[in-house]
């Protein structure tokens, strides 16, 4: 018989798991090495100013229909972006750079470009890169963005490509030592599957032991992907999980999406509670380890440990909201990899997405105890 969810539904219900966040995560751990991929954006960034809201600024296109309209915003400028090369940075900052991370990714035509060199350069460990970067424009409101993206290079990032790109002995080499393996934007990556598939078969080819790299998975918006790809994604997804400690990580609007794949229609459900049954289900029917919901206000976590829902530190105004999903999934994986169970690992995702929002970078261990702390205290500030 299945365990009822825990849902904790504040901050002072978590005094234990606070406890138990700070005490596993001020013990030293062994350096760590892994692999992050495979996507690559140069994301422009856009503040409307005028209507501030996407609740606002929807209606006001829908009326303009047809004829035409303006509104006031501000560029803020471009950087470099992608959720794997977002996911890598906030790897290397989480552990205060003690960690060795390689990107494999579409960073540039033949050689990195200056912009990945630049932010990536002096944090990873080595970069390799398969194709041309795709390009977003990221409309910024107070309550969410839209990303406007142009794709086209996103299907020269296959299999052969990287084999060919990084070379058989250097990808063997990094795979032999690897404790982690992190796949991200699979939505986006027309032949991503295949190369996750491909990665955790030389695994077991190189002997490394079952269970012993943590493989994390974000899908990232995938609706554009016809079901024949979801079905193929998730057959790949045993295979992989018989090697591999896995993590299926999905903010909640993806969650509904795949809900909708096993026939469950979960769209406008945003309660703790809904939101736990969700995971639950969605474990049930896909073959993984660890599946993991995060809507803006919290997260959920499904795992033969049971559900559990962890709320978080819920910013209403964040100063940046691109790379939030990004910095909540590699505060997960971290955790992850110190051993935290389900709740501890939804905090330690909580705090790193909250901090990263309120002030743009990403958060260290020592950074999640201090926010903890002003978020018990009631004294969270919307900037850091």
């Not at 999934?329 to 955790?335: D, Q, T």
Request: net charge negative; aromatic share 8%.
């Amino acid at each position: 018989m299945a365990t009822a969810p825990i849902i904790y539904p504040n901050v002072a219900a978590l005094a234990d798991v606070i406890d138990q966040f700070k005490s596993q995560s001020a013990t030293t751990q062994a350096r760590l090495s892994g692999l992050c991929g495979f996507d690559g954006f140069i994301d422009t960034f856009v503040r409307l100013q005028t209507p501030a809201s996407m609740a606002e600024f929807g209606p006001k296109v829908a009326a303009a229909a047809g004829i035409a309209a303006s509104y006031p915003a501000q560029h803020l400028g471009d950087k470099f972006g992608g959720n794997g090369p977002l996911f890598a940075a906030a790897m290397h900052d989480i552990h205060g750079g003690a960690i060795d991370v390689t990107y494999i990714g579409a960073m540039g035509a033949g050689e990195v470009l200056p912009i990945y060199q630049e932010a990536l350069g002096h944090k990873l460990k080595r970069l390799y890169t398969l194709a041309a970067p795709a390009h977003t424009t990221c409309l910024e409101f107070t309550d969410g963005k839209v990303m406007l993206c142009d794709m086209a290079t996103c299907a020269q990032v296959t299999w052969e490509r990287l084999l060919e790109c990084v070379g058989s002995a250097a990808l063997d080499a990094e795979l032999k030592t690897a404790s982690f393996i992190s796949a991200v934007n699979w939505g986006k990556l027309p032949h991503a599957g295949t190369i996750w598939s491909q990665l955790a078969q030389r695994l077991a080819d190189l002997g490394v032991p079952a269970k012993q790299v943590v493989f994390f998975m974000d899908l990232a918006e995938f609706e554009t992907r016809p079901m024949s790809d979801r079905e193929d994604l998730l057959a790949r997804l045993e295979p992989i999980t018989r090697q591999c400690r896995t993590m299926l990580s999905f903010n909640l609007k993806e969650a509904w999406q795949m809900g909708e794949v096993f026939g469950a229609d979960y769209h406008g459900r945003m309660e703790p509670a809904a939101v736990t049954e969700l995971a639950d289900l969605l474990r049930s029917c896909i073959a993984v380890d660890r599946v993991i919901i995060h809507p803006n206000s919290g997260a959920a976590c499904a795992s033969a440990s049971g559900t559990v829902y962890v709320p978080g530190p819920f910013c209403r105004e964040p100063l940046i909201s691109t790379g939030a999903g990004d910095n909540f999934g590699a505060g997960c994986l971290a955790a992850a990899l110190r051993g935290f169970d389900d709740a501890t690992m939804l905090l330690a995702g909580n705090c790193a997405s909250g901090h990263f929002v309120r002030s743009g970078r990403s958060a260290t261990f020592p950074d999640m105890v201090q926010l903890l702390d002003a978020w018990a205290a009631d004294s969270l500030a919307e900037r850091l």
